[in-house]
């Protein structure tokens, strides 16, 4: 099932409807949100409100200013307002986990996930739906040591919603109930993954989107249940009870490997009559997935103006696993009267990105300032040009290490540990990039197949390596080999990696492999590189992206299964015509 979505979601094919899922008697859907189109599609009665409503939410003042004008908007919120209904458990019958259609996504998965659920837990010192949270957290159904039908995995990170409801329930010395949510509206999926404002519910968001109020009850246990889902699974998770949860395929394109997180005891399961199991597949981008940044970014675009001053677009690249790497464009009004131009109020508006939700996560985040040319987050290559003409690399370079990162990267020292840069560029040209590959990186020893990236930007294929030891002696290596040849400062950023012909072959293979392959604090070098009061500057910069012994592995089809659905596609299969 997840390697014929991954085809036709490759291929920008239909939603799937999988009849006949092998162990269950429940049908399947994959794809429903497979393109921006499809997903806008959905939502084309409620789109406009729904935007409405979230700028006014930002801009309070607006419906000051023009209260007759925003009354709509004021007057959907409120029809959206969560209705309670008194019998919870109208039109479901218990089941257990094992008669869901148990869908194992990748070869290496520790077993089979949940990759669409709503995970709704509720504050435990304000009880009550309007504070309750409803986030997508990874679940893990079967597999581990997880004891099948009465045990579950539940993957989130602490500073996410149901981890604070969990860090007040330890406090108080209390299970936290909770309950997922599989299937129903689109809508509420989508409210699953929403960075919505301070203050406004996902419940409440899930209605206005929707078209039709959040309905929900509690059965005779307290746990609250989506009446318009087709799928409830109810349990708690204990203070200090944690079991190995993963691996799993994730969205930067590697395996999340196992861990101790959250188990949940399953108290009761649920389904609807005819109810129906969405599912996705994570991967390398794009993917599925991919379509929910867009439909969030079209949905809030404004809102990270409204937080953080000066800014004008942050843009968390999917094509780099989304956490790794910020692009931002703001504004430089600081320095209006020095004569040298540099980065100061982007530094402060770098500094409250990397602050801010989960922007937090970011590894990279390169900033320009916007001057005169109109410039873009979207326009990759020209924004990446943009900011290489203009940095200082001895002055504009600046790091953050022994911080957190995302915990499904695996390029840090450890879990949820790494490093963060800022790369910050404004001012007037100081360099012309070049265009092809430099002389001085074609006579290097050990270092080979140099590969034009982007003008300025060259990949060169390095050794192989055990111990970070060995890679710090190679790049000393390297460095002074650049350094000793003429000088090149039309090429200030260059790629070391396994393959260099993968790196340069598309923007998208240079932005996955360098920035989810990579640690700031650990990974990047310079030639000539001092620290002048502390500050780290160099003539060209090196980021190291080749992988390293404690990288998790990457994601790999399985030859057997993609043999076997082969005929699926052919002039007799069932999905004859999809792939065009």
Known sequence: MSAIHLRVYE?????????NVKGSRYQAVSNLFGTLERGKFIFRKTWDSTQNVIALRNDPMQALKNPFRHIHQATSAIKALPLKRGNGLSGFNEIKITDLPLIKHWPMDGGAFVTLPQVYSEDPDKKGIMKANLGMYRVQLTGNDFETNKEIGLHYQIHRGIGIHQHKANRNGEPLKVSIFIGGPPAHTVSAVMPLPEGLSEMLFAGLLAGRRFRYGYDADGYCISQDADFVITGEIHPSETKPEGPFGDHLGYYSLTHPFPMMRVRKVYAKQNAIWPFT???RPPQEDTTFGA????LTGAAIKQEIPGVKEVHAVDAAGVHPLLLAIGYERYTPYTKVKQPAELLTIANRILGTNQLSLAKYLFIAAEEGQPLSTHRVSELFSYILERIDLKRDIHFQTNT????????GQGLNQGSKVIFAACGDKKRDLCTEVPGQLKELRNYTNPRLVLPGIVAVEGPAFNTYADAKKQMHELTNAISM???????PLIVLCDNSSFVSETLD???????????????????????TFKHWGCDNVIIDARTKP???PPLILDQAVEKRIDQLFTKSGSLSGVLK
């Open 509 to 531: 293979n240079f932005l996955w492999t360098t920035f989810t392959r990579s640690n700031p604090s650990h990974d990047i070098y310079g030639v000539n590189e001092d620290i």
């Open 295 to 298: 439909l969030i970014h079209e």
């Open 281 to 283: 597949v994570v991967g």
């Open 404 to 411: 957190t990162i995302d915990t499904l990267d695996y390029s």
């Open 485 to 491: 040849r003429e000088e090149m400062s039309s090429c």
């Open 550 to 552: 404690h990288h998790a």
């Open 11 to 19: 291929a920008g094919g239909p939603a799937l409807l999988f009849e």
